[in-house]
Each structure stands twice: as structure tokens, then as C-alpha cells.
């Protein structure tokens, strides 16, 4: 007979039944299912002979009546396949140390028992020896035990979790141990997340309090977890002897069950970070004040970080100031935390020595974090309503106008883009404003922070009332100053971009008070406001009809192309006694323009000079100072155009217009040359009728004073013979004198000042001895003839003194 084959027949001094696969006593019947009792070293051949189909009251007698080959065969085919069971055994025996209970080698025994032998073949095959097992029935019981082990780590894998959770629907050691690694503190976040059946568990933990009494304290843990609730007495008192177990992981959770403050504190300093981090979670959800206390003192950040993860909105006393004592100390500041924790109550809902509090630490430690996290909490401190008008709100807006001041351009130029910004330029002040001037003038901020000016009102929910109004002056803030140039490109493409609805009109009013108040400043205006420029048109339209301050205001600005219709529009309908002050910002513009644009600048310049040579060819006198200045401007014009190269864009214009303007130019010459020449013969022929006059006078008194003393007696020899000639007159302005009435025009003439001519002109037409008026200013015709026609002639060039001249004349003499 061949020694006995390992077949799990025996456990100790016990042996199992082939029919109900459990243990006995040896040698008689079995006490379950009346099956006879057969020899262990036939057990396999019993559990072959049950798998063919042999009643259980006759297998006793069938064994012994099989034959010796037969019944080794037999037991050989079962061994073999038991010996995987062997082997499947090692591995749970390994798995088990790791778990909480004991007997899964036992328990996965009896189950491979009761399943064997699943598949006998007819014939053995020699290339496949691993029959029955590994091919009819899979191991799982190696797979959950790998998975309660990952689970019991703490850190399982979604697999792991997912296989634990169908282990619950085992009701031996497999779904008890289950039960209590899913319902540890590590794990039962996740699983509770997994939607676990928590009656199932409570069920199972309810046995394994009953089956395992030295895990008392984890299944009245596990009970608890699942149900919320520990009324029964006998869980209550093992969760308080769990607070004395030798296991520090058992007394931390039943401190956290039972929410025990001592044993919550001992666990904060555990070495265990894990469990360090959820003792100070569970304390700052019951709002510990001796945690607090500890955290003020040596918190870290970590620590400062678990506690705000729970706690409550509604802190105890002195929760907010520990909280800002660790944010003080620590790289920074805990600002993500705090900011998570803080924006739970609005900040004006919080009592006032709490806004102190944060008013402080805001001035503090704020302003030395970055920008990003300043944003967030003004965002949070400027969320009411009314939080321009609370004090406290302007720490935040300094913190984050100091925290935007430290960062370099670029990253600044990214933040104007949140939404907090908005926020920051609605309660903007004026040292606000000049910060923002500074960041207006730095190339990567410049666009992101007008746009955001701009979209100041459609950005903010609140703000419709106070944003416009504030968006405006921010605007005039940062286009007041030096560096504006470096403004105009940028701003030009945002208002080109933006679509400001109805808050536009706000922008739109500030621009025209400051094209209104700076003329100096309108080009600019209109270069950068391009597309409201028909609004500002039409505005200026209304409030400055004057077509000169239109004409000077716009050229500069517009298409140079479109200079001669401007010109056109300026001096074509011009009535005649405005044509002399429209005809000046005409030759200016042509000085800016020529050199660059010659073509179009001296059709400009031909449009005027058509309209000046027909007005003065008319007979427009008041003009012919005009003409003469043009007359002497065009040649120097002339020179520049032909020197000029035409630009690449004056497609418009084929040539230049020099020659229509020199057939005007000829035609003025010639008509002031004419009437020169009328004026000199005039002029000749009026002193030639007053001379005549005047001899003719002086004939007439001679006559007179001979015939009186023809007839008249003698007079005595006293008496003293009367003159034949008047007294002469001679005046002086009663107004005060001005320099230029003493200018020295001819220094060889008589007449050498202004002052002379019109006092030769003025004593004239008060005297009639016109000789004795030359006489006395000694003058004689010719000389006079000569000065009077020099004076003339200046007179016509200068246009100052013919206007002196007329004020002089017209005014008082004595």
C-alpha cells in the first residue's frame, strides 16, 4: 500500500466528513449528516465517489467495497488536486498576518472542501496537470485578501476598493473583516463616497462584535460609522476601552468616534503625519479652543491648513487671531487657505474686532503676498454693496495696489484681466489713480489696463450706479500727464475693440469736457477716439461754430489726402470780412504738410489762393494785406513743393498744382500793381487839388487885405499892421502812445514814425495853408510827394500799422 496522500482530511485529532466536508470525531458518524465514517487516508476517493453521484448513507460501505487500485487511482486524482489547495494556502497564510482576524486559512480550507473535486476528465492528460482548480473554479479568495490588506494600508486602489465592497456579501470572516477595514478612518471617506451599503456593514460588524471579542472595539467602531449612532451599552463601553487599547490607531479612532478632546490632542502630536493631520481636522470641527491655543503657539503650516479645512465658519473666540499669528510666520501666508475659509461670512457681517483683525493683517502680510491672492480678498472684503463707503475695505485696496506695485510688468499686465481688478479700480482713490498713471506708461500693461478701464461698468455687478462715473475719471487719470504718446496707439485699438453699449456715453462726455477744456490736447483726443470722432463733430458742431477752430482743430488728425476738401469747406463759403482770418491756419497747415505731402498740400493751397485772388480781384481792399503776405509766402511754398518727393499714397493727385497757383499768384500781382498805380495818381491828384486850393486861398486873403487897405483911413502910427496869413495849428494825440506809433520806419525822411505821418495827416485837414503846414514840418511838394507814397506802400505790407494808423487818426487830438 502506497503512504497516505495529503488530501485535508484531518485538523488535529478530527477528521472531515466526505459529505458535508466537516469535522468529527474519528470513527463515527457523522453528527450532521449521518454519513458513516470512512478512513481519512480514503477521504479523497469518498469525495470522488460523492462527485459521482453515491448516497451519502452508502458511501461508508462503497469505499470499503472499491478495489485497492481503484480507490488510489481515485485518491491520487483528488491529491493532486488538492495540492493546489496547498498551495493557494501559503498565500493566505501570508495575507493573514496583515489582517485583523484570524482562520481565513481554516475558513478557505473548508470552502476549497466543499467545492472539490470540480472537474474529474475521463482520460489524465499530461500536458495540462493543473486540472480542476486552475481551470473550472478561479482563486479569488488570494485576490481578496490582497484587497483587504491594501484597503487596511489606508491607501487603497479603486480596484482594491471596489473588490472589499464585494467581499460585504460574504457573511464569514471575508464580509467581518470587510466590514471593519472599509469603516477605518483612512478608508471610510472613500468608501462612504462609493455609495457602501452601510446596513450591510452594520450587520456584519454586529458578528464580528459577537464572533471576535478581541476586536471588540473595532466592530463597535465599524457599527458606529455605518449607523451614526452608538445607543447600545456594550459598544459604548468597548469605544471607551478602545481609548485604552495598546494600538494607538484603535485609541485614535475611538477618540474620534466618541469626539474625545484628550485623546483628539494626544493624537496631534503623533508621529504619524496622517494622523496628526485628522486629529486637528476633527478638533477644529468642534471649534477646540486648546488646539487653537497650541496652533497660536507652534503651529505650522500644515497645521494651520488642517484646521481650517474644518473649521467652522462660526469660529470660537481667538480662532481668527491664531489663524493670522501662523499665516505671520509662515512662507505664503496661508492666503488660498484663509481666503477658502474666510469667504464662508461676508466680510461685512463680521463683528467689528474681527474686521480689525483683518484690516491689520491685510496691511501687514496682505500687501507682501502676491497680487493674485490680494485680488481674492478684496474680492471677498468688497463684496457688499456699500463697501466704498466701509472703511475697512480701503486696507484691502491698499494691499492690493502695494502687492501690484512689487510685481514685475508682465506678470502685472495678467492680473488686470480678474475680476477682483474691476473691484479694485471701482474703489480706486487718487493715489490709486497715480499708480495706475505709472502702469498706463509700461508697454505690457498699457492695452490690459485700458481695456479693463473701459469695461469697468460691464464687468461689475454692482457697480452701475458708481462704476461709470469711476471708469471715466480713472480714464482722464491715466490720459492726464507726461508719456501720453506712449497711450494713444494702444488706446485707439481698445476703443476700436470695445463695445460699450449705453455705458458709453459716460467715457464719451468725460473725452469731450477734456477736448473742450484742453485744446491743446484735441488731436490727441481725436487720434485716440477715432471712432467717436462723427459724435465729437457733431457735438463741437453745436458748441463751436467757428469754422477756423474746427478747421485747426480736425486737419491734423484726418487723411492728409482730405486737406483740400477741408480748405475747400473752410474759405469757399467764408463771407467776405471772416476770408482774411480763415485764410492764416490754411498757409500753417501747408507748412506742416508740404514737405510730406506736396501734392495734395498744394491743391490745398490752390483752392485757397483761387478764392483769395477772386475776393481781392473783386475789390475787397480789407484783403490786400492778405494778398501781399501770400505773395511773399509762396515762393519759399513753391521751393519746398518742387524739392518734396511725392508720398507712395497721394494716388489721388497725378502732379502738382504749382502752376495753377502761380496764374492766381499773377493775377493778384497784377491787380495790386494796378491798383498801386490808382492809388499813387489819386494820391497825386489830391495833393496837387489841395495845393491849388490852398494858393487860391492865399490869392483870395491877398486880394482882401489890399483892397481894405486901399479904402481904409491910415492907422496911427502905433498901431500895428495885421498878418496876412492865419496861424498856423499844430496837434498832439491826447491818448497814450505806444511803441510801435515811435517805431523809425524811414530814419532819412522827415515823416520817420507813424507818429509823424499822422500828425502831418491830422494837422492837414485842420489847416488850410497846406505850403505853410509843409513849411512848418519842413516839407516841400516833392519831398512830400516821395514820404506820402513810401507810407503807403507800408502801410499795404503791414497790416499792425494800418491798423495803428486808423486808431491813431480816428482818435483824439489837441
Known sequence: ????????????????????????????????????????????????????????????????????????????????????????????????????????????????????????????????????????????????????????EGTPSHAALDTVLTCLEDDGRFGCEAALALTRWRVWPRARGSQVATERIARLARAAFARFPEQGARAALAWMRATGQATDVDLLLAL????????????????????????LLAAVESTDLARAAEARRALASRGSVRLLERMASRGDADFALDVLRRLPTQAPPGALSALLAVSDRVEGGLAEALHGWARGRPFAELPPEERALWVDWALARLARLPAADALRFLEWAAAARDADRMVETRAFVSAVSES?????????????????????????????????????????????????????????????????????????????????????????????????????????DAVWRRFQQHPDERTDLLAAFTPWRAALWERQQAAEPDAVVCFQTWWPVEDPEQLPERVDA??????????????????????????????ATSLAVSCAAAVLSGTVRQGVDALDPDAERFLAWFPGFRERVVAASPASSERSHSRDFLEDIEVDVRLIREHLERKRQREDQAREAELRRMVEASRQRDLARQRELMAC??????????VEVAPLRTPLVLLNPRGPVQPLDLEVCFPEARLRTLLDYTRLLKVLSVNNDVMAVFEAHGLSVATWTSEATAWGTLLMRRRELTLRFGELFQGPWG
Do not use: I
Open 1 to 152: 500500500m502506497h503512504p497516505p496522500l495529503e488530501n485535508g482530511a484531518r485538523r488535529g485529532a478530527q477528521v472531515r466528513c466526505p459529505a458535508c466536508t466537516r469535522f468529527h470525531e474519528p470513527g463515527l458518524l457523522c453528527p450532521r449528516c449521518d454519513c458513516g465514517p470512512v478512513p481519512p487516508e480514503r477521504y479523497g476517493a469518498a469525495r470522488m465517489l460523492v462527485h459521482a453521484g453515491v448516497d451519502r448513507y452508502a458511501l461508508a460501505d462503497r469505499v470499503l467495497l472499491l478495489p485497492t487500485s481503484m480507490a488510489e487511482r481515485l485518491e491520487s486524482r483528488y491529491a493532486r488536486m488538492w495540492a493546489h489547495v496547498r498551495r493557494l494556502l501559503v498565500d493566505v497564510r501570508r495575507y493573514e498576518q496583515a489582517l485583523l482576524l484570524r482562520g481565513f486559512e481554516e475558513e478557505v480550507e473548508d470552502r476549497w472542501a466543499q467545492r472539490l473535486p470540480w472537474h474529474v476528465p475521463e482520460e489524465e492528460p499530461a500536458a495540462e496537470p493543473e486540472e480542476g482548480l486552475h481551470t473550472a473554479v478561479p482563486a479569488l479568495e488570494p485576490r481578496w485578501l490582497a484587497a483587504l490588506v491594501d484597503v487596511h
Open 240 to 263: 471607551r476601552e478602545g481609548l485604552h487599547h495598546p494600538d494607538a490607531d484603535v485609541r485614535f479612532e475611538c477618540a474620534l468616534c466618541l469626539q474625545d478632546e484628550d485623546g
Open 404 to 508: 501690484l506695485a512689487r510685481e514685475p510688468p508682465s506678470l502685472r499686465a495678467s492680473r488686470f484681466q480678474d475680476a477682483a481688478f474691476s473691484q479694485f479700480l471701482t474703489l480706486a482713490d487718487e493715489a490709486d489713480a497715480l499708480r495706475l498713471h505709472t502702469w498706463s506708461r509700461e508697454a505690457p500693461c498699457t492695452e490690459p489696463l485700458l481695456e479693463a478701464v473701459l469695461s469697468l461698468p460691464s464687468r461689475l455687478r454692482w457697480g452701475d450706479a458708481l462704476a461709470p462715473g469711476q471708469g471715466a475719471r480713472l480714464l482722464m487719470a491715466l490720459w492726464t500727464g507726461e508719456g501720453r504718446e506712449r497711450l494713444l496707439a494702444p488706446l485707439a485699438k481698445v476703443v476700436r475693440g470695445w463695445n460699450g453699449d449705453r455705458q458709453q456715453a459716460v467715457f464719451f
Open 570 to 599: 473752410l474759405v469757399r463759403q467764408s463771407p467776405l470780412e471772416d476770408l482774411s482770418r480763415r485764410l492764416e491756419p490754411v498757409w500753417k497747415a501747408a507748412e506742416l504738410r508740404v514737405d510730406a505731402w506736396p501734392r
Open 709 to 718: 487897405q486901399v479904402d481904409a483911413p491910415r492907422l496911427t502910427h502905433d
